[in-house]
């Protein structure tokens, strides 16, 4: 065979169709657990610009300073979306959805890019499914965001999974909380990774989240940032826990859980599965209640969440969770001839005009091919056209499965069918 000339990018997939099916399913899952939760859909463009990304999500995040798909056109400086908050947060102030009233609960489904290595689990185009729910402080509204996300698994069927929650404090409990940290790791500094030692001076929160050896005996024993949280703080992950004791929604207390992205204030959560291996993040999120303000909006508190599709759907692999579900087509006309075969186009649209699936061969196969065909296209029943059939005005309806067959009118056909 021929090597194909060109190939998908690196860390970016195609989905086939034997695939599909399985995207499909879940999307209507997501689709209908929305409905429930009273989620409405937002789709924004893929492309949004640059500072908009880089003052949402962080500068000194790795989203940012490494991983942007960007680049230039005319005065334009566009980035492919790493991730939706920071779009969909800038979509309620450039429509000024607050106008609506009450708070605004969003979901979105699609891809995302960021040009991180790619390895399982974790590539260069990826999907997402999140919501958001702006303008409400509330921890009910965090712990409905958490209840949403944790609905689709339960639907899919994934269950064996940890919830770890987190409260990375505001502005002014995060300003003691870093001065204690860099205290804590200064004297410790020598003996760690050279990652640690840049983040020390911009970002210390993330030394929390270094995968590096050398660093996890430091990250072991330092301050948590639950014993620096300002008193409302403090009282509002409290509730949030409650509330979460109160539905029976499990969860672990991380102290350590640091997001790798910049806007978060108080709640953070992520949802780890170890049917993952090293990418265990089936999904994540926290309240981000600034970053509508930093954008330009009003101040606006907001809470979500977003979950990785592809890392659900390995999940359901490795659980043996079948997501696709089988494929059946009513109706393959089978046609011997060019008279039936003419029949045949007449007839395919009366068919599917009656709401059943059908096809029918275009390219001269034998009878047999046909066949062969419509049972490879899971075909439910044939019906099987030639010039006898034509002559009598009754035609062949086969029943794949039973292998039954008798002759009909059509219009008794499309009766059988269709009742
Ligand atoms: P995030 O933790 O960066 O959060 O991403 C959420 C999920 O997307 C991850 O847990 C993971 O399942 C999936 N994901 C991320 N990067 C990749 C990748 N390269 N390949 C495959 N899957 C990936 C956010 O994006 C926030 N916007 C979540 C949020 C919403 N916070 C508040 N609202």
Redesign the pocket.
């Known amino acids: 065979m021929a090597q194909p000339t060109f190939s998908t990018h690196v860390g970016m997939v195609d989905i086939l169709p034997d695939e599909v099916g399985k995207w499909q399913k879940l999307e209507r899952i997501i689709h209908e657990e929305a409905k429930r939760f009273n989620f409405e859909e937002v789709r924004t463009p893929i492309m949004e610009q640059t500072e908009l990304i880089a003052r949402g999500v962080g500068q000194l995040t790795d ?1 940012v300073s490494k991983e942007m798909f960007a680049f230039e056109r005319g005065d334009d400086q566009y980035v492919l979306r ?4 920071a779009p969909v947060a800038r979509s309620f102030v450039e429509h000024h959805l607050d106008q609506r009233g009450g708070t605004q609960n969003l979901y979105y489904i699609g891809p ?1 890019f ?1 040009a ?1 290595k790619p390895q399982k ?4 185009q ?1 999907h ?1 499914f ?1 919501a ?1 729910v702006i303008g409400a402080d509330d921890p009910a509204a965090d712990v409905d965001i958490i209840a949403f996300m944790m609905a689709i698994y339960d639907r899919v069927g994934i269950s064996n999974t940890t919830l770890k929650i987190n409260s990375v404090g505001d502005p002014e409990s995060r300003k003691a909380y870093t001065e204690a940290l860099k205290d804590y790791f200064r004297p410790n500094l020598d003996e760690m990774s050279e990652i640690s030692k840049r983040r020390f001076e911009k970002n210390p929160l993330r030394i929390l989240d270094s995968k590096e050896e050398e660093d996890q005996p430091f990250i072991e024993d330092a301050p948590v940032i639950t014993d620096f949280l300002t008193e409302e703080t403090a009282a509002h992950y409290e509730k949030v826990k409650s509330l979460l004791d109160s539905l029976e929604i499990s969860y672990e207390e991380d102290p350590h859980l640091v ?3 910049d806007y ?1 204030t108080r709640t953070a959560f ?2 780890i599965s170890p049917d993952l291996g090293a ?1 265990d ?6 309240r ?1 209640d600034l970053l509508i303000e930093e954008i330009g909006g009003r101040h606006t508190p907001a ?6 599709m ?2 659900l759907l390995i999940a359901c692999e490795e659980l043996d969770i079948q997501l696709q579900e089988e494929e059946m087509l009513d109706v393959y006309i089978v046609t011997l001839g060019e008279d039936a075969r003419e029949w045949g186009v007449q007839h395919l649209p009366k068919l599917r005009n009656a709401g059943l699936s059908a096809s029918m061969d275009y390219i001269g196969r034998s009878m047999k091919a046909q066949m062969k065909d419509a049972d490879r296209e899971n075909a439910r029943h044939t019906i099987i056209v030639g010039s006898h059939e034509l002559n009598e005005g009754k035609f062949t309806l086969r029943n794949m499965k039973e292998s039954e067959e008798e002759a009909y009118p059509f219009e008794e056909i499309l009766n059988k069918l269709t009742t």
């Open positions: 989203i790493p991730e939706c908050t995302m960021r991180e689990g974790r590539q260069r990826f997402q999140g958001e997001r790798g992205l978060y992520e949802l990418q993040a089936l999904g994540g999120g926290g981000y809470v979500g969440f977003a979950a990785g592809e890392r």
